[in-house]
């Protein structure tokens, strides 16, 4: 008897010419943490993938609403993204607390983690990030592209701006104590896009103002989110020190949803358009849409 | 037994109530282990603590990385946490002689937090060339060595000629406290954004983080203090009486003192540096305990080990388990459970209340 029996030759012909096996067989299930990164999965098409998104993730609305909430950012637990049974877990920078995230990459979830640098390049490298780890270059790809317009089409309106106005962030009136952003933020980011001047750039970072410090910083024009969907923003000129500014003279208060303003996802070439033309009523161009 | 003293529960026996505690810790335990937002059937957690990894079988490891990796030490954390938090409650209220005593007043709580923001906010500039190798493990050293030093130090000024004040240890604690917090606050200022965030996020306590790694480092600080407290127990039953009578008993009163904020320090140090600020547990368990079978050292030290560990792995399965997939903060919890259950024994006693 021979080694290569009739019998053995076809079971390793079979055997070799077995089909492998195909690299969608089992559905992608991703836990997205951000709401820069959970919007860009939105915009590429992948909504359907998503098992579990953060407190962060506020737009589409739906995101929260139809996603079960894994918590905030900062404060994730292991076993809580676990539960959900996910293949892979998108998450920005900063997402924590570091433990938990290691023990979900233990138990053979891989974290991929992107950046959150507020500026177009930062944008565009999460764009990048996040498509590639969904295997969606193509349309990652035109999505980049599409934004990159957005921010060339802001920078020639941008040129138009004949004079800046200077603006402040209040980020919070906690006890009529005023939270600005300084430089390093990403309002002083938002801001710069907009074409306008940050009335707080001898601070740095977020930081409590003084009356006298507001007064000293003169703002034209203050700059708010509201409180939610459909919420108002605290009125600032209720307090003294801000209705002697010019801002409070002129009454010029600009309020907009927090994520889309400082989010820094897709929508940020607009987000920054509206911004500038809400701080520049002369300037010729116009709002991208019409979200407060 | 004693019965009819006004203000005076029936004391209860030491055995039964011991042993009673230790099923409840069992019970709760078992709890933890089985309840949690993956939902593996207890059948499956028993089979998995039995065999270990490797015998769970490979379609289910994930099961038994849950159970062993995640579950487990943060269970065995809580135990030793919640132990440690309430053992010190009980020794500070004995040495203090005050039910208002909390192991925040010897400074750790407050020299724990200050250290923490310090490594948090300057630790890339400051203490870049110790961190090094570690970068993970300075937030927790440097919290525990913190919480160590201020006590050391709110000692140092207290004990006049081999004599520990206690009086001058409580205000003293209280004024570090105060400065302690100013620093933090000047700490914050200098924070930048996601600094600011991580230590509010530390202060607000919580088991998530649990690994073995910290297991085995808050293991060797928190057993022996468990280990050695009951050995304070007379000392601090005649400590009641006053200094004086205590020393006439032939109590040696400096080294309990000394003892005691020792054993404190390194439990609520090793605490504060593991799970972050957890409140409560300190104060109520031994309270709680002390109106259920009276203030006998000897029964409560052991009894708030036991109590401690219990309601904190209680308040942590309920913590991951109500808003799933997401975690509450964990101090909210033992607030919530602990504060009615204490009000509710406080409103049943027909009289005062006596330490």
Known sequence: MTFLTRRRLILATAVLLAPLPSRAAVPRRIVSIGGAVTEILYRLGHESEIVGVDTTSQYPAEALTTKPNVGYVRALGAEGILSLDPTLVIATEGAGPPDALRLVEQAGVPVIRVGDEPNQAGILRRIREVARAVEEGERGEALAREVEGGFARLAENRARVAQPVRALFVLSLQNGRPLVGGRGTTADAMLALAGAVNAASTLEGWKPLSDEGVIAAAPEAIVMMNRGPGGDAQDPFALPAFSATPAGGAHRLVVMDGLYLLGFGPRAPLAAQDLMVALHPDLPATRWSAQP | ?355
């Open chain 2, 1 to 355: 037994m004693s019965t009819g003293t006004p203000g005076r529960l029936l004391r209860t026996r030491r055995g039964p109530l011991l042993a009673g505690l230790a099923g409840g810790l069992l019970l709760a335990g078992f709890l933890a282990m089985s309840l949690g937002p993956t939902g593996i059937p207890p059948g499956r957690v028993v089979d998995v603590l039995a065999h270990g990894m490797v015998g769970a079988g490979q379609e289910r490891a994930g099961d038994a990385l849950i159970v062993l990796q995640v579950r487990l030490p943060r269970l065995v954390l809580g135990i030793l946490v919640g132990a440690a938090l309430a053992t010190s409650g009980a020794l500070m209220q004995g040495l203090f002689r005050n039910p208002l005593a909390d192991p925040g007043l010897v400074g750790v709580s407050a020299g724990a937090a200050l250290a923490a923001a310090t490594t948090i906010v300057l630790g890339d500039a400051l203490l870049a060339p110790w961190i090094g190798p570690l970068p993970f493990a300075a937030l927790p050293i440097g919290a525990f060595v913190g919480g160590l030093l201020t006590t050391l130090g709110l000692y140092a000024v207290a004990t006049r000629s081999g004599r520990t004040s206690i009086a001058t240890m409580l205000l003293a604690g209280v004024a570090f406290g105060a400065l302690a917090g100013a620093l933090m606050g000047f700490l914050s200022y200098l924070s930048d954004d996601r600094q600011l965030r991580d230590l509010s996020f530390w202060s607000l306590g919580s088991l998530s983080g649990a690994t073995w790694v910290k297991v085995a480092a808050v293991a060797p600080l928190v057993l022996p203090v468990l280990l050695a407290s009951p050995f304070l127990a007379r000392g601090l039953n005649a400590l009641s009486l006053g200094e004086a009578e205590a020393f006439h008993l032939g109590v040696p009163v400096q080294r309990v003192k000394a003892l005691a904020i020792l054993l404190v320090a390194v439990a609520v140090g090793a605490s504060v540096a593991a799970a972050g600020m957890i409140g409560f547990v300190g104060i109520v368990v031994p309270h709680v305990l002390r109106l259920a079978a009276g203030p006998d050292h000897r029964v409560l030290l052991p009894a708030s080990a036991l109590l401690g560990g219990t309601l904190l792995i209680g308040a942590d399965t309920v913590a991951r388990t109500l808003a799933a997939p997401a975690e509450l903060p964990i101090g909210i919890l033992t607030a919530a459970i602990g504060a009615p259950f204490f009000l509710w024994l406080l409103l049943r006693r027909p009289g005062g209340f006596s330490l």
